[in-house]
Each structure stands twice: as structure tokens, then as C-alpha cells.
């Protein structure tokens, strides 16, 4: 169920308090809006306007929303116009589950030096338009049997490459395909309803890492898996991924780099239709998607 801009954001029983949310409204469409105590103000500008600017100019304008925003209005995913990229194999976690899935195939070692090379994995992951909200279903490839979410802390970066703020992420990777060949790590990861964010934004100067990180998956009423990691486990600064991401690629409206995940689940556990993946991110959010079948085998 999507939820509506009125409704309360929480994580772990306490409100997020000061966020910006992007808003379809019935009348007049698309829009941000900041929900500080408790109250939804009107932002005179767009993730992108914000984002093309220096970030002390941009928090300027966003502590400037003070008049009041309309409570109708269903929250979507927090992009616009901003392309979403994913850096790989950041935690020692991460390393050691890539590994499991290529040894049959005899790529395995790989990972490891993708792991400790000064050059991070960094790979595109979804246009804005392709993005999943809080709510909706994420995918899983009908012609992948071995499927997992990857709770992930996302970073909201601005044209000159500073971080603006925070998002959750799940970075839907099949480990199937993935395994088979490291060159089908596209197909893996970039396929409909492969990538959710939300279900805001919290500005990098509300809150400060490292994060905890939480995930797990609902069946039938109980939780099939659960796993938690803390974002101190980075192998890379965020700030050192978004400088390599940014070294020869200019992100005129900003971008969302996704920084990897620290929880894999084990081999013997794959995503059916039906699940419901929650991730909750401490002081960032709680993004909550059902999981569908996407495409044909």
C-alpha cells in the first residue's frame, strides 16, 4: 500500500521529523514538499533545481519552505530527473556472497580483488522513471531462480558531488545470473522493478552515520529472513564512492548512489512472490515493498 503524504514516516516507533518527500497531488500533480513537525510546507523547487545547486545554497532554500503544502497527495519514489548507480562488493559480507555464487562457475577470486582494488565496482542501476516507491512491488526476473534484496544506504549526491542527503535503497540483484557469468551483471541487476528508493530524503546536516541497517522478508505472516549490518562496515568512505563515480561523469540534476549491501542471505534462500522485503535504515527511513514476478522465462 502506497502511503500518503499526511501519514506519518517512522522508523522503530519514532517519527522522521524534518524530510523532503515527493508527492503526487490529485489537482496539481507532482511536487516536493517538506514535512518538518509535523506540518507538510511547499518547496518552490524540484529535487533537480535543488540538486544543480552548491549545497549550502540548497539547504538555504530547503529551511526556507515555510508556507504551508495541501496533505493530499501520494508519496512517490524521491527522484525526478536523477539517474541511480550502485557501487558493489563494499563489505566484507558482500565479498564472501559474491564468492559463494561464482565458485561453480570458477570466477570466484574475482571478488576478492574487486574487494581491495583502489577502484570501486561502480555500475548504472536505474532511470528515475524506472524506480519503485514505498509500497509497490519489487521485481524478481522470471527467468532467474536464485533472487535476493539488498538493503542498501543511498546517497543523494549534487552536481558538484556533495552529499546532500539520504535514502533507502534495495538493489534487487539476481545471484543466479550473476553467478553464471560476472558480464551478465546488468541483466542481474538492471530489469523492471529492480531498484526501490524512499520513502524520503533526509538531509545529510539532520543526521549523521554510521547507520544501522536492517532488513528482512515477510511469508505468511512470519519473517522467512532477517539480517542486520551497520554502514560502519563500509569498506570505502561514502564520500570516496562518490568521487570516483563523479571523476568523469557530470550529474547536471544530481544523482543516488547506492552504497552496497552487508547483508546477503545464504544460498539457500531465494525471494517468491508474495514476500514483502522491509528495510529499515536508523534515522533514515523504513521502506516497505511487495515482490512480484517481472518478465518471461
Partial sequence: ???????????????????????????????????RDGQLLALDQTLAGLLALPLAEARAVYEAAAAPADAAGTVLAPVDEQ??????????????????????????????????????????????ARVVADGEPVGIRADSGWDVPEAELGLVVNAAGEIFGYTVGNDMSSRSIEGENPLY????????????????IVPAWQVEGPFDVAVRVERDGTDAYSGTTSTGQLARRPEELVDWLTRSLDFPTGAVLLTGTGVVPDRDFTLRAGDVVVIDIAGVGTLRNPVTVVGRS
Fill in 1 to 35: 500500500m502506497l502511503r500518503y503524504a499526511s501519514e506519518e514516516l517512522t522508523l522503530a516507533g519514532r517519527s522522521l521529523v524534518d524530510v523532503l518527500i515527493h508527492v503526487e497531488h490529485p489537482v496539481h500533480g507532482r511536487r516536493w514538499v517538506v514535512r
Fill in 83 to 128: 539517474e541511480v548507480w550502485a557501487a558493489g562488493v563494499t563489505y566484507q559480507r558482500s565479498r564472501e556472497g559474491r564468492r559463494e555464487e561464482s565458485e561453480p562457475a570458477g570466477h570466484g577470486k574475482l571478488y576478492d580483488h574487486v574487494y581491495a582494488a583502489d577502484r570501486p565496482e561502480l555500475f548504472f542501476k536505474s532511470t528515475a
Fill in 185 to 200: 551483471l546488468p541483466q542481474a541487476k538492471i530489469y523492471s522493478r529492480a531498484c526501490a528508493l524512499g520513502p524520503a
